[in-house]
Every structure is written in structure tokens, then in C-alpha cells.
């Protein structure tokens, strides 16, 4: 188990950047897959993007692609979400989640994450 924590979310106009960090505790977190979701007002949470145990490998949902990247550093017991060119639409809670992974894939699937952290609000003016 690893407990996870977000910050890094607040507002911010349209077209620009936030970059939301997730420290985990526990001396196990180079072991896990880390993903981002969000979720809008009146909508149900989705996935964003995932990274591999080892950072070798990321996956993000179309809508981010080309603006968003996912980092790690498992040193630091932290992953990133570096969010450049922001659209009102990308206004949400975002959270961050870990899987207990050691593939080279990861899950769009919220049910394959065991641990998720309480959120960040992420706010984007048009």
C-alpha cells in the first residue's frame, strides 16, 4: 500500500500551464504503475494518462495528447503531471492512482488502481 498525495492544482487561463505532483509514501513505489484521472462537475471520473513501474512507458487518453506528460521519479517517491496549453474542458479534480504493477502496460481502468490520493482542483478560465 502506498498513500498518495496531489498538489500543485489551481487556476490558471486558458492556453496555459500547472504541473500537478503526487508523492507517495511507502518504500514501495517503484513497484506501482501511477495513473491521472479527473473528473468535471457532473461527470463521472475518466482516465488521463498512465506511467509504467519504470517511467519507460506512458499513455494518455486523446484528449491530452501532445499537452499533457507524465513523469517519475521514484527516488522522490513522486510522479508529475505536467499540463501545458490548458482548455476550459480540462477543468476538474484530478487524482492521481497507483497499481501494484511491474509490466510494461498499464490500465485505463479505474478498478486496476488500488490506492488513489484525495485530488487536486484544477481550474481552467477561458
Known amino acids: 500500500q502506498v498513500q498518495l498525495v496531489e498538489s500543485g492544482g489551481g487556476l490558471v487561463q486558458a492556453g496555459g500551464s500547472l504541473r500537478l505532483s503526487c508523492a507517495a509514501s511507502?518504500?514501495?513505489?517503484?513497484?506501482?504503475?501511477m495513473g491521472w484521472f479527473r473528473q468535471a462537475p457532473g461527470k463521472e471520473r475518466e482516465f488521463v494518462g498512465a506511467?509504467?513501474?519504470?517511467?519507460?512507458?506512458?499513455y494518455y487518453t486523446d484528449s491530452v495528447k501532445g499537452r499533457f506528460t507524465i513523469s517519475r521519479d521514484n527516488a522522490k517517491n513522486t510522479v508529475y503531471l505536467q499540463m501545458n496549453s490548458l482548455k476550459p474542458e480540462d477543468t476538474a479534480v484530478y487524482y492521481c492512482?497507483?497499481?501494484?504493477?511491474?509490466?510494461?502496460?498499464?490500465?485505463?481502468?479505474?478498478?486496476?488502481?488500488?490506492?488513489w490520493g484525495q485530488g487536486t482542483q484544477v481550474t481552467v478560465s477561458s
Open positions: 492512482a497507483g497499481d501494484l504493477n511491474y509490466s510494461d502496460y498499464v490500465s485505463i481502468a479505474e478498478t486496476a488502481y488500488e490506492n
Open positions: 511507502g518504500r514501495t513505489f517503484s513497484s506501482y504503475a
Open positions: 506511467i509504467t513501474w519504470s517511467g519507460g512507458s506512458t
